[in-house]
């Protein structure tokens, strides 16, 4: 065989690698979103049995099981430099314990649906952020984007009655606790984005997932967590799993695994299609209403987002 053709069959082994390591991306992050979106319905079917605190703690010890044996199979662990272990202890706290705890909480009394569409404001709340922090700019297009999204989430929310915006009656307990739990998600983003630089995302997530948990333990073990195991189901038990093993654990992974093939904004367009999942998750497994003002507001929330993650217009 001739050195060209040997050159032209490692071109066409080239191509067809980086095909077969695309479709596999794409596949991982449909999965990933897949998992996340049915998230909100399994732990809202899991709270009919447990505590919020109950629900976290176990879902965290199972998905730091799953992801501290990748971390091992794929030789990336290490212990933490000493000054860097507070700054570990503050993302455990903020994107478990805090986070979760509120997303719980507020599926409690909160629709999964309307839970989805309001944490998809999560990217609007991180370019504020990066503003105020970050110094970073933000376009009138981007302003645009941030306004629409807000008035999609007022839609969503008060589902169509604009009057309860005026008259105070605007919001659930619920609803503040998701919206509080958006702002949480974007300030561990951008608080995780330094840490992401310096080791490996993978391996980052397993030692905040494992801070996140042991702080849950304290909460779990003063709120008599124990106990409250006593009243789990064979319904809840197959929920947790789902949550510890497909959620917390392989959706994760997955995730990580796509960012290494894709470009990040191509990734995170994807996030895009996580409300509707639950939305239709929610209609055949919960029975909630898919009301056409929520898809209206969903619509408005998602168009915003996307004009807030448009990167500006590069100067001549």
Partial sequence: MSVLHQGIDFQQYNARAMRTKTITAYIEIIFAVVAWGT???????????????????????????????????????????????????????????????????????????TTAWVLATSPIFIAIL??????????????????????????????????????????????????????????????SSSGLKRYQPTQMMFFVMLIGWILTTVLFIAQGGWADLQHITRTSLLGIAFLGIICSGLAYIAWYDVLHVLPATQVGAFLNIEPLITVLVAWMLLGEQILPIALVGGAIILIGVRLVQKPPPQKM
């Fill in 39 to 113: 998230s909100f319905i399994a732990t809202k079917i899991v709270l009919r049995d447990l505590a919020p605190v109950t629900v976290v703690w176990v879902r965290f010890a199972i998905g730091l099981v799953i992801i501290g044996s990748a971390v091992v199979a794929r030789r990336q662990f290490s212990i933490p430099k000493r000054n860097e272990w507070p700054y570990f202890i503050l993302l455990g706290f903020l994107g478990i314990t805090f986070h979760q705890w509120l997303q719980s909480t507020a599926l409690v009394t909160v629709q999964a649906s």
């Fill in 130 to 191: 990066s503003v105020i922090f970050l110094r970073e700019r933000l376009v009138w297009l981007q302003v645009f984007g941030i306004i629409l999204a807000a008035m999609g989430v007022l839609l969503v929310v008060s589902e169509g009655d604009i009057n309860k915006v005026f008259s105070g009656q605007f919001g659930t307990p619920g609803d503040i606790l998701v919206l509080v739990s958006s702002v949480n998600w974007a300030v561990f983003s951008i608080l």
